[in-house]
């Protein structure tokens, strides 16, 4: 007595019908590529029905089963198949539920796998009669203790009790995973689990495989490589354990297994017919879900003459009606009766290629998903998911009047373990994600890069190459794609500090802004590109929608909050309407966008770091005027920019010199030359994903002394005229971009360095945008209040001058106001506009001296 | 040994031998692929090889050797199939191994049975690629191409199947082979009333034949038409899904391809899905696809055929007056070069002359015109397409009569063109952006999932005032991104994915193109013809068919040809700059220089020249200077009126 396992054979069987002769439809998964090619040569010979009973693995004494076993038993259906005598059946699962206390590892019912492939039932093979003997390594037969599954290396007890010792002793202090809040490290990590499934009672243990590989790296490739034989190894086991420790639990089913991470595959590009029947697991985008469909597991047949009863499992989608009852001989007598008929879940679900692993210029694969039970409707369309699973390619069926097969295998995946890539993970950024993707040559190259003393000088050289000059704008986005440290100071009450830069570039029409901003939406993995003048608030929020199957309100998100942890870059941002531009004052500081609409109301995180471009009003610069009159923003939102540059078209012959020398290159070189001359833009993405997600840098003291002192002077400078000249946002703004230069040389601690180019582009960045067209002062209230110092000193001494004015007119009860304005005029000494001496009329209205009604001025 | 006709007529059988020879090893694929390359290599041997693109499916004979000039359209998933399979004969207990390669079907003789079990089951992958011909490919194309051969092609096949042809007259037949474009719509209507009986068939023999005289099997009980998802409407032609067995990875979207391989159009492919369709819904392998999922990814074979490829390559270029492939250093195609240079320069004063006649006498646009047609994306630097040369030809009668001769003549001169009348409802209606529709998964085309080098004539002349809804907006700015960018967004629903593309965009409008544009040229007509059709077409008949080829070379030609500027000259354009910017900082700005250096490239080019010159350089500022001139001019014309 053996147990067969692998697919290729695995359907037949179970009625018994040895003496047929293999026939194309019979088989279900193709032998993967010359591997297992002993296993199905035998399919001829099989023992008749009777003598194999449906035992089922994870119950332990099979042999009860056989004499009273309830319906439910027979069902479960187990890919192993194992011979009562053998030593790895145990259990029965006495699930004549009704009143019985059901505890411990025979009281709990087993749940049938169908994930490991439920309709696939291991036929019995008697090795002596079939001569197979010899395909089998190292098999003792029946009443052997070592026993390897057919077709695999698996030893049954081996496995089991590694596994077991892999439960009781695993322990990785150094594992960082979200779902690990409160559990000990230092204690054995899958014993907790099991803890937590006796208090919790989902009786689902998820098993890392990197955690196995680490353990026990045979065991590991035993796993991947045999999964439907392992993975129910790994059920006895744990189920022994947990029932060993916790012997009164109640549990709706045994435990199952679920592994994730498996190695093997990542991306479904690399899918090939060597993975058939292996466990993988790949990461997707769930594009379409079918309904539940309710899959027939085994059917019940009763006898209209005798009432005999019979069941009959399901073969491959079909069930062979019995056409004689066994116990009167009647024929046709059976009918089935539907409601004793045992149904699972199932559901299709069609996953797609995350658009980051597909290469340039092909469309996306799909593959399709099975899953079962209690993974069913757990993911929707739209999640991006890892799926772990078992890879399955089953022939296409048979026209059964033409003897020739499609030569084509239906591949799909049946789903053992499902992990969301982006909900539930929002304290932990992709880490894991991040982790994998870098290979240690590739750090090991980032670092040397980090190490070499121009690397920041080199990163902004490398940024946008067929951008020419505009060195300081170059560094500042590239300070932004690094972004600051992520501070939190919830417990303290101040929420999370901001760790996004945010950047504005205003400047002439043509100065190839937008191709800036092209170019950064292309570096970043999460950027998103929109128009103001092409976006509502609504489609940079988010929007309800109805969705037209179930008729449910669904909330779709829009740019901003599809750019968490990226970068959204707005373009013509001067052309956005207002009460879209309102939407962004609270991303922009809180970094979370609240929504209540439609009776949703929520509050989603939309981290985002903003590169707008703004036009000049009069579509030329001018340079008299005012940042902002020249781009016409509140100045609300310009404060909660870190930079602001000016792009203008600079006049001087050196510069237009070298211009002319970079364009002329641009039409002569080949495509080879110019990546050669710069660093690569993979290079470049790698390197800000790699300082993103591990470089943390943190203040050192020399460093906050030394930006204490910045703030200090920032201060000071506008003092000595009376004016604040600096607010503590500019602090932080230092603050981020010190951090996001630490970052940029791989550093865990800001330095003075750090500080020095942050004042210093800081400085610059308000010395072309802050900088009052009339006196030639830096003057940071211009973006704070909008107005200059000055600006604001010459309106209150024009206001004063008026109320000489009309205080020297004596008691008069109402003035002309064309008059009075004439007075001014002719009093002033500089030139008085209409709109000048309104706002001073107004300025005085509102000190209650006087109101204006129409043409007159009225005294109070 | 197989005879010479056989390679051509059944190359199954010679995979077969070559299969039987070098069973124990893997590498009789390749020796496949080798003789086959081989074969093809001899005295025009490609030309023999029937096209799908010419002769209608239901004439070439099934798993006969054909080529396909195709664009990819859509990827569809990898197959697993049985690369080695299998068969064993139930009596005997004889076992045969077989080759599932170029195959769709397993098939095994009579007496036979698969052994889906056996241990030399090679499960081998293949990739699909749902091809359709090249959108907008000119009639010329055609014609020139399948000249020679129609007849030899036509020959072969037919001698291989009974002249019962299934009542279809002879005059028909004539008819059909005088209209190519017309036979799939035939060929469609007629399946549709003729399927159904096929259902009960049982020889698979006859089978064959009847499904390749124009029979194919769709359930009476669904048939709406299948849609065979060509990017531009109107297109005829056969769609192909493609089997690719090799070097998949290397092709992409949009890439224009020429394959040869083995046809299957077997009828038991369809059989066996619609039957899957009615027949039992307990079978766990049914609810994997919907039932339009079905529909799209295994089409009828008649309707949509399936090639396996043995060879295939990517064509630079689909004018047939030039050699498929310029960068072989074969001395055949240099010769061609360099004898097609010698005479470069009056064929292109005759272009220009030609030109300058279809636009009215203005030998200026005719100019730019020239260098527009020529013009193609060489080379991209980070997200700037290099080499784009998109034309906005203004002051276009407002009557369409000009624009639509003008587009025709155009036709006549690029392989591939497509003719784009803008007005309120066609922006809200059409589908400019390819979209993946995910119950059938696929990619649905739009207009805009054009191949490269495809010639877009946008005619903004009779754009009426109106309002444009969404789509018309997203369509509006689809096109801007591609004349911007060359490139276009695929909508993916839940993202979107950017694809290059190497588009020629011209835009003929009454005034500024509210499109972006490199350059606008104001069209200043020296001539107003009376009637329009009368001397456009008196203007493309007075041309010399063999002169118009050469226009054709020329225009494709130039196109890939190297380009490079020389260090002194690079001083000189940089002296140059300055020196304007002296002047006037505002009247020259680095977009001008972009400019001017894109006319300097292109006029060099145009000359068969590949280094830019002094005069060249020079030339090319007095062009910019006269079309600035123009403009100015026009803008105070208009400003007078008001």
């Known amino acids: ?355 980051e692993d597909m290469p340039a210029g092909q469309t996306p694969h799909t593959v399709a998903l099975f899953a079962h039970n209690d993974l069913v409707d757990k993911v929707q369309p739209g999640d991006r998911v890892n799926v772990t699973g078992i890879y399955r390619a089953v022939p296409i069926r048979v026209n059964p009047r033409v003897s020739s097969v499609n030569s084509v295998y239906k591949t799909h995946i049946d789903v053992i373990h499902y992990r969301k890539t982006d909900s539930k993970r929002l304290h932990c950024i992709d880490e894991e994600a991040e982790q994998k993707r870098f290979t240690e040559e590739r750090v090991e190259m980032l670092k040397e890069l980090s190490k070499k003393a121009d690397i920041y000088e080199r990163l902004a050289f490398a940024l946008a190459p067929s951008i020419y000059e505009h060195e300081d704008i170059k560094k500042g986005i590239l300070l932004q794609l690094f972004g600051g440290s992520r501070k939190d100071f919830t417990h303290t009450g101040r929420g999370n500090f901001r760790a996004e830069i945010n950047i504005l570039l205003c400047g002439d029409p043509g100065t190839s802004k937008s191709q800036l901003l092209q170019y950064v939406y292309n570096l970043v993995p999460r950027g998103q590109y929109t128009s103001g003048k092409g976006s509502s608030a609504v489609g940079l929020t988010a929007y309800m929608m109805k969705d037209p199957e179930t008729r449910q309100l669904v909330l779709q998100t829009g740019a901003l909050v599809l750019s968490d942890n990226g970068i959204c870059c707005i373009d013509e941002f001067d052309k956005m309407n207002e009460s879209t531009r309102s939407v962004l004052h609270e991303v922009m500081e809180q970094q979370t966008l609240s929504i209540a609409k439609a009776g949703i109301i929520c509050q989603l995180n939309a981290r985002t770091s903003i590169l707008a471009a703004a036009n000049p009003i009069e579509s030329q610069w001018n340079p008299k005027k005012t940042t902002i009159e020249n781009i016409q923003l509140p100045h609300t939102l310009l404060s909660r920019f870190d930079l602001i540059f000016l792009m203008l078209d600079p006049r001087d012959e050196a510069y237009d010199r070298r211009l002319a020398r970079h364009l002329v290159s641009l039409y002569y070189q080949s495509e080879e030359k110019m990546e050669e001359e710069y660093m690569d833009m993979a290079v470049l993405r790698d390197y800000i994903a790699y300082a993103r997600s591990y470089v943390n840098p943190r203040l050192g003291e020399e460093a906050s002394q030394a930006l204490i002192e910045a703030y200090v002077d920032m201060r000071k400078i506008g003092s000595g005229r009376g004016m604040v000249s600096a607010y503590p946002r500019q602090l932080e703004s230092l603050i981020r971009l010190a951090e996001a230069h630490a970052k940029v040389r791989f550093s865990e601690k800001v330095e003075t360095v750090d500080v020095e180019e942050a004042k210093r582009l800081h400085r610059e960045a308000l010395k072309q945008s802050a900088t009052d067209p009339r006196t030639g002062i830096v003057d940071i209230s211009i973006l704070t209040t909008g107005m200059s110092a000055t600006a604001r000193k010459r309106k209150e001494e024009l206001a004063q001058a008026l109320r000489k004015l009309i205080q020297s007119k004596g008691k008069t009860p109402s003035l002309k106001y064309q008059q009075l304005l004439d007075d001014l005029r002719a009093q002033s000494d500089t030139a008085v506009t209409k709109e000048m001496f309104e706002e001073a009329l107004r300025a005085l209205a509102d000190e209650d001296f006087l109101t204006v009604t129409g043409k007159t001025v009225r005294l109070l | 040994m197989p005879c010479v006709g056989d390679w051509l007529n059944s190359p199954l059988s010679i995979v077969q031998g070559i299969f039987a020879q070098n069973v124990p090893n893997s590498d009789w694929e390749k020796k496949v692929t080798e003789y086959f390359k081989e074969k093809l290599k001899e005295n025009n041997a490609t030309n023999w090889v029937p096209s799908l693109n010419d002769v209608p499916v239901h004439y070439l004979k099934p798993n006969s050797l054909v080529k396909f000039r195709c664009m990819v359209q859509d990827m569809f998933d990898p197959e697993f199939y049985m690369g080695v399979y299998e068969t064993v004969d139930p009596n005997t207990n004889a076992r045969v191994l077989h080759f599932g390669k170029y195959r769709d079907v397993a098939e095994c003789g009579p007496q036979q049975e698969i052994d889906l079990n056996s241990s030399q089951t090679v499960t081998l992958e293949r990739q699909t690629f749902y091809c359709v011909p090249v959108p907008g490919e000119s009639a010329w194309v055609k014609e020139i191409s399948f000249l020679t051969k129609a007849v030899q092609a036509r020959v072969s096949p037919s001698t291989s199947y009974t002249p019962s042809r299934h009542k279809r007259s002879y005059e028909e037949d004539e008819d059909m082979d005088l209209h190519p474009s017309k036979q799939k719509e035939q060929h469609v209507g007629k399946s549709c009333c003729s399927g159904g009986d096929i259902h009960g068939c049982v020889e698979p023999k006859r089978l064959e034949t009847e499904a390749s005289a124009g029979h194919h099997v769709i359930s009476p009980n669904c048939s709406p038409p299948l849609d065979l998802n060509f990017p531009l409407p109107g297109e005829k032609g056969p769609a192909c899904l493609v089997k690719v067995y090799e070097n998949w990875e290397s092709f992409k979207v949009n890439d224009v391809l020429e394959v040869f391989g083995v046809l299957s159009v077997d009828p038991v492919l369809s059989i066996v899905n619609s039957e899957e369709r009615d027949s039992s819904t307990l079978d766990p392998m049914e609810c994997m696809d919907t039932a339009e999922e079905q529909r799209v990814h295994s089409p009828p074979a008649s309707l949509v055929p399936r090639i396996h490829v043995i060879l295939a390559q990517k064509l630079q270029h689909i004018n047939p007056l030039l050699p498929a492939c310029l960068n072989e250093e074969e001395s055949k195609t240099c010769e061609f070069v360099s004898n097609f240079m010698s005479e470069l320069s009056p064929v292109r004063a005759e272009l220009l002359g030609f030109l300058t006649h279809a636009l009215l006498g203005d030998s200026l646009a005719a100019e730019y015109l020239i260098l527009h047609l020529i013009s193609t994306v060489y080379a991209r630097r980070d997200v700037l397409p290099l080499g784009k040369f998109t034309v906005n030809l203004s002051g276009c009668p407002r009557n369409g009569a000009f624009t639509e001769h003008l587009y025709r003549l155009i036709q006549q001169l690029v392989p591939a063109s497509y003719h784009l009348r803008m007005s309120i409802e066609s922006m809200n209606q059409s589908r400019f952006i390819p979209h993946k529709d995910y119950t059938a998964n696929r990619l649905v085309s739009g207009l805009l999932q054009l191949a490269s080098n495809t010639s877009l004539v946008i005619d903004e002349t009779q754009l009426e005032q109106g309002q444009l809804d969404t789509a018309g907006v997203h369509n509006v700015t689809a096109l801007g991104n591609l004349i911007t960018w060359q490139k276009v967004d695929y909508d993916f629903n839940y993202h979107q994915m950017e694809f290059p593309c190497n588009i020629n965009v011209l835009i003929t409008s009454e005034g500024r193109s509210f499109l972006p544009s490199d350059c606008q040229v104001h069209l200043q007509p020296q001539i107003i013809p009376p009637n329009m059709e009368e001397y456009m077409s008196s203007l493309l008949t007075a041309v010399l068919p063999s002169v118009l080829n050469k226009f054709r070379i020329y225009l494709s030609l130039l196109r890939l040809l190297d380009y490079s500027i020389s260090d002194e000259v690079t001083k000189a354009v940089e002296e140059d700059f300055v020196e304007m910017r002296k002047n006037n900082p505002e009247s020259v700005t680095a977009d001008d220089l972009h400019k001017m250096l894109l006319v300097a490239r292109f006029l060099s080019l145009s000359a068969g020249q590949t280094t830019l010159s002094r005069e060249r350089w020079l030339r090319a500022k007095q062009l910019e200077a006269l079309r600035k001139g123009r403009l100015q001019q026009q803008q105070s014309v208009n400003g007078n009126e008001l």
């Not at chain 1, 193709?30 to 099989?46: E, H, N």
């Not at chain 1, 498996?262 to 769930?286: F, W, Y």
């Not at chain 1, 009852?325 to 059976?334: A, F, V």
């Open chain 1, 1 to 355: 007595m053996s147990s067969p396992a692998s697919t290729p054979s695995r359907r037949r069987g179970k009625r018994g019908r040895g003496s047929n002769p293999p026939t194309p439809q019979d088989a279900r998964s193709p032998p993967s590529q010359k591997r297992r090619t002993d296993d199905s040569t035998s399919t001829g010979d099989l023992q008749p029905m009777p003598t194999s009973p449906p035992a089922d693995v994870q119950s332990p004494g099979a042999a009860d089963a056989l004499f009273s076993s309830p319906p439910q038993f027979r069902h479960s259906a187990i890919p192993l198949d194992f011979d009562i005598s053998s030593p790895l059946t145990y259990g029965t699962p006495s699930s004549r539920v009704e009143g019985t206390p059901r505890s411990g590892v025979r009281g709990t019912p087993v749940r049938q796998r169908p994930d490991l492939g439920s309709v696939r039932k291991a036929r019995q093979v008697d090795l002596h009669s079939d001569g197979l003997a010899e395909d089998i390594v190292a098999t003792e037969q029946s009443l052997g203790q070592r026993l390897v599954i057919w077709g695999t290396d698996v030893n049954v007890a081996s496995c089991k009790e590694k596994f077991q010792r892999f439960l009781q002793r695993f322990i990785d202090p150094l594992d960082k995973e979200d779902e690990d809040i409160g559990l000990d490290l230092n204690e054995p990590r899958y014993m907790q689990r099991l803890q937590e499934i006796n208090m919790v009672g989902e009786p689902f243990l998820n098993v890392n495989c990197d955690h196995l590989r680490s353990f026990d790296e045979n065991l590991y490739r035993q796993l991947i490589f045999y999964p439907q034989e392992v993975i129910p190894t790994f059920d006895m086991a744990a189920n022994e354990i947990f029932f060993d420790r916790y012997p009164d639990s109640i549990l709706e089913h045994q435990i199952q297994v679920r592994p994730y991470n498996a190695l093997k595959t990542r991306n479904m590009r690399n899918l090939n017919p060597e993975d058939i029947d292996q466990l993988i697991t790949i990461s997707g985008m769930v594009i379409r879900s079918s309904q539940l469909i309710p899959e027939m597991q085994e059917a019940f047949f009763r006898c209209q003459v005798c009432a005999f009863t019979t069941r009959v499992e399901i073969d491959r989608g079909r069930i062979a009606e019995p056409s004689v009852c066994k116990n009167c001989n009647t024929t046709h007598s059976m009918a089935l009766i539907h409601n004793r008929s045992m149904f699972s879940d199932k559901q299709m679900i069609k996953l797609q290629e995350s658009p």
